[in-house]
């Protein structure tokens, strides 16, 4: 034997009997003071001895190992591990239990800097067998041997029988899995019928699940080698035994599921329906539901007008009261249009526990199948995209399924695409809104003098919107002090950019203004025709005011269908989404022109319409060169416009400064190079217009309503003119030889004071829109013969002079003539006088005229609707019973002249003398 090896591992047998000891580390570089100086006390058992002297141990620097409980197998392998270079000494026990420890068992190594143990395994082996040799008794050698031995016999058997374990796990895996997919069928099957899944039943598949992943893995080949095959061996025991529990615990003997309660819906919490409005739209949408030959309802309004607080009452109503349906599904869409989500809110509302959709088709068959079979309402809130039911999964409703699904939107051509019984939902009247007001705020602030301003500022701007006064009253509720109602007030003017007191014609504005406005910003791209691109414009408007974001008006004054107005809320909504490229003053009142700093470099488009701007200082000269739209019309006190204005906004290509006292344009604006519209009607102080020469791109040029008394230099360039308005109040004559060169002129209007040759007229072989005045009856009579190839969507053409006023209701008839004096309208080579579409027709001092009878014109007309004759001296009666008018003529006046009527004959018109 080693004897170096000897020397370096000292036997410790301290006395059982007395371990009295001096309070210090031990020394254990001799073995004599190990016996005789350790602890200071006498100890019970071994086991109060061996945690004192190891915590002594560990304070001298030691590291103890105290293998106290172990079986010898764990001794044996505790006598194989390594002592590190780094441990300066170790102490290991090797014993049963406390109670039979044997003391001279304890050893102590201490070991030099150098490996106790060789590396080689021969001198590895030796030095083992030499300290276990001095370790254990030979009597205890026996009971470790009959300890090891059966377990390596265990682990060559998972060795030999490695690949009978695994094919025996797959024999019992494939049983399992097929009680699986049984259950799994049967279990989705019953959830179909509205169940509730059993919580063990979820449980179980979920651990068949796991399992699977654990076998896929351990089903690998297992190979030749001693070690993976003993353990492959024992992993496919293992789990063998694990899927024989899971098989016997799928014997579901008393079922996968549990009924459910009876439940058809769930109660929304309720709301106050304010007025009879709201109230009348409840009780519509709840006879509709009842109503068998009505199956989908489709309620639309604006957004806050109360179209889900409604939809919540009628819900309730449903659930309480009555039996018709059994299930009451409510589901908010919202924007996002997706099909998936929207399946899969459906089936959760059903509680079908399915597990959650990934494609359409499949949802759609699933849900099919769990409601083609029920009686239900389908609420969906807050749709903004129609789609197909099919696709859904939705069952078309019938008078046979009895069925209904009713959704809300702010889209009227939602409902339409969805096929619905449209209804709308109506804003609260001035008084309703009140009283929401009143409610709200939980106090009379119309009578309470400081808050008075606030009430009405609250009920204007909301625009009898529920939710706005409920948001806005509500936060003013919370108020106590006078100065803080003074500041909410101020800081809603601000946020609302002054909308209080706006005057009617910021809100109203004519259709056909509003379209000649998207043209002229480029919104509606040019197309073919004039007739066309309003076409286009009136689609556009509808779509708007079926989404609720404009509103026809239907004030008494106002014929149906010809303005829209803008929501105030709507308005500030599309502010916020242009700014800042956008800068729209919102203050009625603003009277100073804004200063450069709001002049951002970024700005796009300008709005200082219909304020009180009076002055605009010379030195303003904004450097934006992207600003493209400038809008300054309806400033009624504004006369002068400084040439430092426009320096710098060669961009600019729309341009308004009409309804303005201006009296002279700055010479800037005739070098903006990229001016496409010029709008100067109604400036009825702006008597010359310099040259137009360099504005070749202008395309529309409006001096309607001005004193200009000449045609402005250089009209003869603007070849890309569409537009041309000279309906001004000064008398001009047109220039031979201009009007031919505007080859593109569609919209032509010329007042009566103006001076136009026929022949001039005819060459303009593009024009849809003509209000033109001839002297001579025989140009009238030229221009009706070149209409013969093309049809003019709107004319007013007017034959000789005359200072009489023309006939409002005349006038806005799409197509009028108007016959002065010496027209001779009675000369049968003259037939073909009037046009065949005419809708109007004003005869002024043809005193040869007895009776309409005498025009041979009139044979022909088949649209006039409306007829005034004017101090027609010789006029003896009308008409005849058999003409051809009565069956269109809806009009008839006349003026200073006693109506001699033969019998009954004019009784179906209406006269006026």
Known sequence: MNQSLIKKCMLFRPDPSHFMAKPHKPDLDAASDCHSSLLPQRFPSSRHFIVEISSHFDSGGLVVLRITILPPVMAFIMVLTPISQETKKAVMNFGGTYGSMNYNSWICLLPSSKSLISNSSVSWLVSFIFIFSMVFPMEMLGSIVGNIVPSVRKYWSYHKEADQHVKNLKRKWDLLESRKDDIKT?????????????????????NVETIKGDIDIGQEPAGWMFLSRMQKGEFALKKTKDVEELYQAGDFTDGLVLDLPECIGKMMPPSTLVGETAQRTKKEIIACLLDNNVGKIGVYGMGGIGK????????????????????????????????????????????????????????????????????????????????????????????????????????????RGMSCKDIKMESLSKEEARELILHKMEYDVFN??????????????????????????????????????????????????????????????????????????????????????????????????????????????????????????????????????????????????????????????????????????????????????????????????????FKHLHGL?????????????????????????????????????????????????????????????????????????????????????????????????????????????????????????????????????????????CYQIQVGESEEDVDRDIQDVGKGAILERECNLRREGESRVLPEDVQSLDIVECDDLTSLCDVPSLKHVRELKKIRLSHCKGIEHVLSPSSSLTDSLQTLKMKDRELHQHGSRLSPFPVSK
């Not at 909301?462 to 803080?484: D, Q």
């Not at 974001?549 to 709507?570: A, N, Q």
């Not at 395309?699 to 603007?718: A, C, F, N, Q, S």
């Open 448 to 645: 309470t003098p400081y808050l008075k301003a606030i009430a009405k500022n609250v009920l204007q701007t909301c625009a009898r919107l529920p939710l706005a006064i409920v948001t806005i009253a509500g936060s003013f509720k919370r108020l106590i002090h006078n100065y803080e109602w003074r500041d909410a007030l101020e800081q809603l003017r601000t946020s609302l950019k002054g909308f209080d007191n706006i005057e009617k014609q910021v809100h109203e504005i004519y259709k056909e203004e509003l379209i000649e406005h998207l043209i002229d910003e480029g919104i509606i791209e040019r197309m073919k025709s004039r007739q066309a691109e309003f076409d286009r414009g009136y689609s556009m408007l509808s779509k708007l005011e079926n989404a609720c974001l404009l509103e026809g008006v239907s004030e008494k004054y106002y014929e149906e269908g010809m303005f829209v107005k803008m929501h105030d809320l709507v308005r500030e909504m599309v502010l916020q989404v242009a700014s800042p490229k956008f800068m729209v003053e919102g203050h009625l009142g603003l009277e100073d022109f804004p200063d450069e700093g709001k002049w951002r470099e970024n700005l796009v488009k300008a709005s200082l319409m219909y304020k009180k701007i009076s002055r605009i200082p010379s030195n303003v000269s904004p450097m934006c060169p992207n600003l493209s739209t400038l809008l300054l019309q309806g400033n009624k006190s504004l006369k002068n416009v400084p040439d430092s204005l």
């Open 186 to 206: 049967k279990f989705y099957t019953e959830l179909h019928q509205g169940k509730k899944p059993k919580q063990e039943v979820k449980h179980w598949l979920q």
């Open 653 to 793: 290509k729309f341009l308004d400064l009409s309804y303005t006292d201006i009296e002279s344009l700055p010479n800037s604006i005739f070098s903006l190079e990229n001016l496409n519209t010029l709008s100067l009607r109604g400036c009825c102080y702006l008597k010359h217009v310099s040259s137009l020469a360099k504005l070749t791109t202008l395309t529309k040029l409006d001096l309607g309503g001005t004193l200009i008394t000449e045609v402005p230099d250089g009209l003869e360039m603007l070849v890309n003119l569409t537009y041309l308005n000279l309906d001004v109040g000064s008398p001009i004559i047109m220039p031979l030889g201009i009007l031919p060169k505007l080859s593109h002129l569609q919209y032509l209007r010329f007042s009566c004071v103006v001076t136009v040759k026929g022949e001039e007229i005819e060459r303009l072989k593009k024009l849809e829109n003509v209000w033109v005045r001839f002297d001579e009856l025989y140009e009238f009579c030229s221009f009706i013969r070149s209409l013969e190839k093309r049809q003019l969507t």
């Open 308 to 415: 889900t607080t409604v939809m919540k009452e009628v819900n309730n109503f449903l659930l309480n009261v009555s039996d018709k349906f059994e299930r009451v599904i409510w589901v908010t869409v919202s924007k996002a249009n997706d099909i998936i989500k929207l399946q899969n809110e459906i089936a959760s509302k059903l509680k079908l526990g399915l597990p959650k959709f990934e494609d359409e088709i499949t949802g759609a068959a699933e849900l099919y199948t769990a409601l083609k079979d029920r009686r239900y309402v389908l609420i969906l809130d807050d749709l903004w995209e129609t789609f197909a039911l099919e696709k859904i999964g939705i069952p078309e409703p019938t008078s046979a399924n009895e069925c209904k699904i009713v959704l809300t939107t702010r889209d009227l051509d939602v409902c």
